[in-house]
């Protein structure tokens, strides 16, 4: 069969990619191969170019193909707010979302003692020199509502402390939109604990 | 914003893959050059190659890096069944849904005089040499059951006709307006031991 080849490594590659299963990265080769190869080999070269290029912001620790990053270069970017998250996606998740207008720490994960992810590699210590410059106000932990993002907050809120910054944790409780029947009970009892008086 | 760079160029080429909105896009290259790079590098690399090697079949016109797919240089394969299909994505199709054990012919589209494309581009002329070698027994047209494939099935039966070649169609069992490769197996199964001799 012609799943041998290199039209099936191609698909054996693209197999790998988030959400993509056999049939899809088989219509995908097909597309790239055939309707679509201007934009296959734009693909391809591009992605070997931001593989060689992009590394961490020097600043945020975000992906970024400069020294800083949009963000951290912008003076526009107010100083004092400092939102901590687990992922360059989540940065853009925040930007796409909300108008805030500070800058962002990257974790790139969060604490898991039993993978060897600790503050070291999620890079406290830089967290820390920042928060030590005395420039931040308010340390926005928006750490996944997981078990390991709510740990981590915690564990980052501790270094706020030491520092006298200010730290918030993202209100967790009932999407909006969402219906009370379709939510866990975890979120839902966490939404019951926090609910808030009405004026 | 972060878009703008080498970032924004990688998920803006995802987002030309069948099925890959924006969003998808974003997750699939904070994948690829993030927690993925090795098989980010390899994906490039294959795809780079497989552009660069993968041209038709001299006898099927189905893709392939060799002169000869692995299908038309199998001497187990049947000359005396030619099944004609649209693209080379419906030569899998059937491979893995039937106990086909003939050999194909791939059009790479349908008729479309409104698109320029007529039987020259179908490679018809390869195909009635083929027919004319007076191998091939049955002729199983199993284009799209569309209107296009229903007629390029007909233009393609009086080819068969006109060389003494039994022509046949796939039965019911593909939906009026279905594309072979997206019904499932069990009905393409049906449809293969369906097949009518067109008369
Ligand atoms: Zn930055
Ligand atoms: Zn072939």
Redesign the pocket.
């Known amino acids: 069969m012609l799943k041998k080849g290199l039209l099936g490594q191609v698909i054996q590659h693209l197999c790998c990619l988030p959400g993509v299963g056999p049939k899809t990265a088989q219509r995908m080769a097909f597309q790239l191969l055939q309707r679509n190869r201007d934009n296959a080999k734009a693909l391809a070269e591009i992605l070997l170019k931001a593989l060689a290029e992009i590394g961490h ?1 020097q ?4 992906l ?1 193909e400069q020294t ?2 949009e ?2 270069a912008d003076p526009a970017r107010e100083l004092a707010l400092l939102c901590v998250v687990e992922s360059p996606a989540d940065v853009w998740t925040v930007e796409q979302a909300t108008v805030f207008k500070g ?2 720490f990257v974790l790139h994960g969060h604490l898991s003692p039993l993978d060897g992810i600790g503050p070291d590699e999620l890079g406290l210590d830089a967290l820390e020199q920042i928060l030590a410059k005395g420039e931040v106000k308010e340390l926005i932990l928006a750490t996944n509502s997981t078990l390991e993002g709510n740990a981590t907050a915690y564990f980052i809120g501790e270094l706020a402390v030491k520092h006298k910054v200010q730290a918030s944790r993202l209100a967790s409780g009932v999407p909006m939109g969402g219906e009370l029947e379709f939510i866990d009970r975890v979120t839902l009892l966490h939404a019951f604990k926090g609910r808030r008086n009405i004026e």
């Open positions: 912001c600043q945020c620790r975000t970024t800083l990053c963000i951290c800058r962002y």
